[in-house]
């Protein structure tokens, strides 16, 4: 999977090592959800202010959150290229730096733990997952567990 991370605030230092670990996480996403290695995902890290723009805008809810999924090919098939296989723009990821600080402190497991969870959840939305339903909600809280228990930061690791 091609990751892009950009870090558009500057309230909250993000770690250096928090870009090889985000494409770990979307690696294993997209390896147990049989992505191709072209699928691209784009996550931007954003202040509370400004994701607070995108969720009055785009959903219609005046408050910041954590994290914002767009997925850009919502039920459209991948274009077939011959002789090569083009990359596939799947979405963007954003994320409120700000919140991932607030709920790291508040949940007690780092910042770095937060934002790769918060990744994780906004990949599997773009991927059609959701937890509006319990049901929904107990298949989707499983694949993000198990994603983060490849990389050691799942709840039980943290005593969730």
Do not use: C, W
Not at 54 to 73: K, Q
Not at 124 to 151: I, S
């Amino acid at each position: 999977m091609i990751v892009s991370l950009e870090n558009n605030q500057e309230k909250i230092e993000i770690p250096g090592e928090l870009e090889e670990l985000l494409t770990k996480a979307m690696n294993i996403v997209a390896r147990n959800s049989k992505l191709s290695d072209n699928t691209e995902v784009d996550i931007t890290i954003v202040t509370d202010e400004e994701i607070h723009v995108l969720n009055r805008d785009y959903r219609g809810v005046d408050r910041p959150t954590d994290v914002l999924s767009f997925a850009l090919d919502e039920g459209e098939e991948e274009p077939e290229i011959l002789g090569s296989e083009a990359e596939h723009l799947l979405g963007d990821v954003i994320i409120s730096a700000e919140r991932a600080a607030a709920q790291a402190e508040e949940f007690g497991h780092g910042l770095k733990r937060e934002i790769v969870y918060l990744a994780v959840h906004g990949l599997l939305h773009l991927l059609g997952y959701d937890h509006m339903v319990e049901e929904d909600k107990v298949v989707m809280r499983a694949r993000e567990e198990a994603t983060l228990r490849e990389l050691d930061l799942s709840e039980e690791f943290f005593g969730g």
